[in-house]
């Protein structure tokens, strides 16, 4: 098993430009979310799936999108980048939301 | 809101001594999760601990063990025999009880550093 894996691990954009950060797992889990990672505030929820075609929304989900149309892969999109998106990126999975999560490697995200 | 603390920045311990690391969550719920996670500098997040608020004994894996007083909100993760790969930074998390949801509540972190 890979685990949970996430592409590309290192991304420059310019502001207003889009992009979609690539998660996907291949240990059949039903719920798979993300967060960002910024210094000194831990880490925050953006969005999160209970399965494929159910969505939700976290903590801090304004200028990002996801969808989940199958159960290995829960993209997340940058509608319009902006600096403030500057940060790094971790994608989640877990088999049934109350076992061990499992974490990709992350995505750290310059936008300048 | 559900809310959840750490309160020490950064912490020092001497190699094969003892370390406690403290959290503190607010939730207005009776049954929910907590969870200790380390960040080593690979960025990766790894499971140390979990409990389950409706477990009285407190959770141990290892040479990690918590402290869970429920009644004080209180989650403290204690590393014995401290060894220098324990240095990461560790994140205390709550998990919101509902099934259906997949909401956790992530603390701001405490950078452990384990001495020679």
């Known amino acids: 098993n890979a685990g949970v894996t996430q592409t590309p691990k290192f991304q420059v954009l310019k502001t207003g430009q889009s992009m979609t950060l690539q998660c996907a797992q291949d240990?059949?889990?039903?719920?798979m979310s993300w967060y960002r990672q910024d210094p000194g505030m831990g880490l925050r929820l953006i969005h999160y799936?209970?399965?494929?075609?159910?969505?939700d929304q976290g903590e801090v989900p304004n200028g990002y999108n996801v969808s989940r149309s199958t159960t290995e892969d829960f993209p997340l999109r940058l509608l319009s980048a902006a600096p403030s998106q500057t940060s790094v990126y971790f994608c989640?999975?877990?088999?049934?939301?109350?076992?061990?999560?499992?974490f990709g490697p992350g995505t750290r995200l310059l936008v300048l | 809101a559900q809310t959840v603390t750490q309160s020490q920045p950064e912490m020092s311990v001497q190699e094969a001594e003892t370390v406690t690391l403290s959290c503190t969550y607010d939730?207005?719920?009776?049954?929910?999760?907590l969870f200790w996670y380390k960040q080593p500098p690979s960025r990766q997040m790894i499971l140390v601990i979990r409990?389950?608020?409706?477990?009285?004994q407190n959770a141990t894996e290892n040479r990690f063990s918590v402290n869970f007083q429920k009644a004080a909100k209180s989650f403290s993760l204690k590393i014995s025999d401290s060894q220098l790969g324990d240095a990461a930074m560790y994140f205390c998390?709550?998990?919101?009880?509902?099934?259906?949801?997949?909401?956790?509540?992530f603390g701001t972190g405490t950078r452990l550093k384990v001495l020679a």
């Open positions: 989640a999975s877990s088999a049934d939301g109350l076992e061990t999560q499992y």
């Open positions: 240990m059949n889990h039903e719920y």
């Open positions: 799936s209970v399965g494929a075609g159910i969505t």
């Open positions: 939730t207005s719920e009776s049954d929910y999760y």
């Open positions: 409990q389950e608020a409706y477990k009285q």
């Open positions: 998390a709550y998990r919101f009880p509902f099934s259906g949801t997949y909401k956790y509540i």
